[in-house]
């Protein structure tokens, strides 16, 4: 299993990034997708999860109402809308999957990671 993250990048606070997870490898359609963030000094947290079959997702409080997961099956791609972007937000932004149909908000149980993405929000 292979996961490519991209659409990092330097804005500034109160604007928006999308972030992709294009994933590879998968030998069921069974399976979510997690993206969890870490930003510089902390630990890794969850951000959002979404199931690829059903489409059920999942927030940290800390991005609901601002942060969207999506995803395209077809390109087997997932997809972080992130508006109104804050400075707690800069982080080094991961997609993690599991081979497991439902979300869970612990990275313990996500056995595959991408390489991840940096997202610098500047005040």
């Known amino acids: 299993v292979q996961l490519v993250e991209s659409g990092g990048g330097l804005v500034q606070s109160g604007a928006s990034l999308r972030l992709s997870c294009v994933a590879s490898?998968?030998?069921?359609?069974?399976?979510?997708i997690g993206w969890f963030r870490q930003a510089p000094g902390k630990g890794r947290e969850g951000v959002s999860c979404i199931t690829v079959q059903e489409g059920v997702t999942r927030y940290a409080d800390s991005v609901k109402g601002r942060f969207t997961i999506s995803r395209d099956n077809a390109k087997r791609t997932v997809y972080l809308q992130m508006n109104s972007l804050k400075s707690e937000d800069t982080a080094v932004y991961y997609c993690a999957t599991r081979d497991d149909p439902d979300c869970s908000d612990s990275e313990e149980d996500y056995p595959y990671w991408g390489q991840g993405t940096r997202v610098t929000v500047a005040s």
């Open positions: 490898g998968f030998t069921s359609d069974y399976y979510a």
